[in-house]
């Protein structure tokens, strides 16, 4: 039995989260843009929204309705199964804010995504993150973790996984995160580019 300890992210890693947002930024703004376009992890910039739509826009991107209707990325289910049947220790770590906890447990539970753990942590310091004081964590708590390593969609936190902790990471390809002109090499040598879950598979294993 494996004995590895994984870090995994929800959104566009487990799911097709920001497909789903450009089709709620339609229906909001009457706006329509492709994946393609969302070069920038700044949705803001990204969609053309003012900082009062951005936050009224996210508020319904968090609500439960929406995040159950999210589609699960394809293979992820399947590759986790497989992890978990061998004992690969499955952590799920996202940047929603901890007021989704319910609705993301209930949307893992829905779809069967097998995991150990799942926690909130606050990787943009946004003053509005957690209001509530609701369970999280904070970067200085990935240490307890010892995690092996770590699939990313952020550059951000994938560059800080590698930097600060020094675990690799299976960076899902993403028109957001291509762009490593500002990523030292050293860096980038620890970041492994992922078309989908069955490279992540072949790069990475269970054992």
């Not at 920001?18 to 706006?31: G, Q």
């Not at 920038?40 to 508020?59: A, V, W």
Request: charged residues 25%.
């Amino acid at each position: 039995m494996s004995n590895r300890r994984i870090y995994v992210d929800i959104d566009d890693v487990l799911a097709h989260t920001i497909a789903r947002l450009l089709d709620l930024l339609e229906e909001v703004h009457d706006r329509r843009l492709n994946l393609q376009d969302v070069t920038e992890f700044d949705l803001k910039r990204s969609f053309g929204l003012d900082e009062h739509e951005i936050d009224s826009f996210m508020e319904r991107g968090q609500e439960a309705e929406f995040i159950e209707s999210i589609a699960p990325l394809e293979g992820a289910i399947d590759v986790l199964s497989r992890w978990n049947a061998a004992g690969v220790h499955i952590t799920l770590v996202t940047g929603r804010p901890p007021v989704t906890n319910a609705a993301s447990r209930r949307w893992l539970e829905t779809h069967g995504i097998r995991h150990d753990a799942l926690h909130h942590l606050d990787k943009w310091n946004r003053p509005s993150w957690n209001l509530e004081g609701l369970p999280s964590i904070g970067f200085a708590d990935i240490s307890d973790f010892d995690f092996d390593f770590a699939i990313e969609d952020n550059l951000d936190t994938a560059v800080r996984l590698v930097e600060e902790f020094d675990i690799p990471v299976a960076l899902m390809d993403r028109p957001w995160n291509r762009s490593l002109g500002s990523v030292a090499h050293e860096t980038q040598s620890s970041l492994v580019r992922c078309h989908g879950w069955s490279q992540v598979e072949s790069a990475f294993g269970a054992t």
